[in-house]
Structure formats: C-alpha cells, structure tokens
C-alpha cells in the first residue's frame, strides 16, 4: 500500500489563495485490489481521471499548492461523502433515502466503472469499506480542508480548483445547432459554491487559452464542490471537467498526440488563476 493518501506539492512560497487538487487521478492499483476485481487493467482504470495532476501538475511554479490522491477512484471515490455506501456492494449498509449516485454505483466505495461495468464479483464487507475511508478519504480531506484554512488566514479568502476530466461522450449532445462542442465544463453548483465574480474569472482563463467553455452542464460540482464552496465565508470551490479527447487516447488510457499542446496552454491558465488568488474581492451576499 502506498505511504500516504495523496501526494501534496508545495510551492517554494505560497503566493495566493488558490488551491488545487485532483481526487481522481490516483493511480495506485495494488496486487490486493486488482485480485478483488474480474476487470482488465484498462478496464479498471475506465473512470480515473488520467494524467489531470499531470496536466496542472505546473501550479506550485505559480505559488499555490497541489493536492493529488494516491488511489484510485475505482477503490475510494473522494469526491463522495463518507457515508455514501452502497448497500448492493457493502454488507451491512443501510440505505439513506433516494441517492441517485449510491443506486447507480457510484457511491463512496464504487461498485462499478465506466458504462456501468461491475468492479466485483460479490459483496464487500463494512470493515473493507471503513479502513478505505480512514486510511485514504479523511487524511486527504483533513490536508484539503487544513490548505484552504492557511489560504484563508495567509491571503482572506481560499478558491479551490476541483480538477476533474470527462469521457468525450459525456459532451454528446450539449452542444446544439453546429455550436462548437464545449471543452471545459466549470462546476459551481449554479452559484452556490463559488462567487460569480472568481468564476467569471476562471473562465476567461480558459476561454484565452482558446478552449470552449460552460457552466453547470452537464457537471454542476459533487460532494467538494457542496461541501467546500461557502462563498459567504470567502471560500469558493470550482470544479474543472476537461474533455479527455483533448489529451488523452481514451481506449488505451494514454496521452495522445495533443498532450504537451494541452498542458502548455494550462500553464498561462494556472497563472492567472492563482493571479486571483492575490486579490481581495468582496464578500459575497448572505
């Protein structure tokens, strides 16, 4: 198993508020894991965020930190919350009212991958899916949690940049009428988790660096964007979908030929998002 629940990259000198982080790039697949699932090593690896802590992997340069899980999604999704167990998978659990993201498998621990595809064979037991959640879910959202607090003390406000990629059929059908197919997608829970002056802000950085971007659809934020964003408290949490197709061979789970284009483009976009962080905006109404 791995030593930590994440890998934290700190800059020489924090220079704003901003925090990034990605939960679902974590790619450690342990021999104990990969024995417990019926999956190839592809197949597994279908709903992780691939190589997105590579693509802002530039930020620390820029003054702010980097927070990327160690495991993958397919073992402990933290972009769930804790108590999100899904009773066809864990034994034991109980069912907590009409969750969409339990039912469909996609809880804390996930019972299946990309297009619906089973993990396991059979049931897991609680004590699996508690030591997962104590050993990997709460020390990265305790260091989460501690790298906005010092953002907030060190600079009056904290923004987090949720960094997430999409499947490119995940975009079918957004885009209407010959429009140009987005290629971000910025979370905010329609407002709730961030200030509307920061993600203007943010998608203007995008939108420089040539991508085609929109707000809340077909991802609107999860469990870190609802749990993180109080813009009232002058902490903002934005969640960041890129289209994989713009960097990676999703088949084979790969960059492509795109890949260094992509992440030098980000470069100018992490710089002045953390620009942001520099600056006092002001506080956001009740």
């Known amino acids: 198993m791995p030593q ?4 934290l990259i700190l800059p020489k000198r924090r220079l704003s508020g901003v925090v990034f982080a990605s939960p ?18 592809l197949a597994i690896r279908s709903s992780e965020d691939a190589y997105v802590d590579q693509l802002f ?9 980097l927070l990327c899980a160690a495991m993958p999604r397919a ?16 034994e034991g659990a109980v069912r907590r009212g009409q969750n969409p993201r339990v039912a469909s498998g996609l809880g804390v621990i996930p019972r299946v991958v990309a297009n619906g595809r089973a993990i396991y064979t059979g049931k897991l037991p609680m004590a699996e899916a508690q030591h997962r959640i104590d050993r990997y879910w709460r020390p990265y959202h305790q260091t989460l949690q501690d790298l906005l607090d010092q953002a907030h003390r060190d600079f009056g406000q904290a923004i987090l ?10 975009m079918d059908g957004v885009a209407r009428n010959s429009r140009r197919c987005p290629e971000i997608v910025l979370g905010d829970r329609f407002g709730a988790a961030a200030g509307g002056e920061i993600v203007d802000r943010i998608e203007a950085a995008f939108s420089a660096a040539g991508l085609a971007v929109v707000r809340n659809a077909p991802f609107a934020g999860a469990y870190i964007t609802q ?9 903002h949490a934005v969640q960041v979908e890129i289209d994989r197709s713009l960097y990676l061979d999703e088949r084979q789970v790969r960059p492509n030929a795109n890949f260094d284009s ?25």
């Open 4 to 7: 930590s629940a994440f890998d």
């Open 227 to 235: 749990a993180y964003g109080r813009p009232s408290r002058r902490q």
């Open 161 to 170: 940049i949720d960094c997430h990629s999409m499947p490119h059929e995940a």
């Open 57 to 65: 992997g530039s930020a620390p340069e820029y003054g702010v930190p």
């Open 24 to 41: 679902h790039s974590g790619n450690c697949y342990t021999p104990a894991f990969l024995r417990q699932t019926p999956l190839d090593h």
């Open 75 to 90: 073992y402990v999704d933290l972009n769930r919350s804790p108590d999100e167990l899904d009773p066809a998978l864990i």
């Open 262 to 286: 992509l992440r030098r483009a980000l470069r100018q976009v992490i710089a002045e998002i953390a620009e942001i962080g520099n600056e006092q905006m002001p506080l956001a109404a009740e």
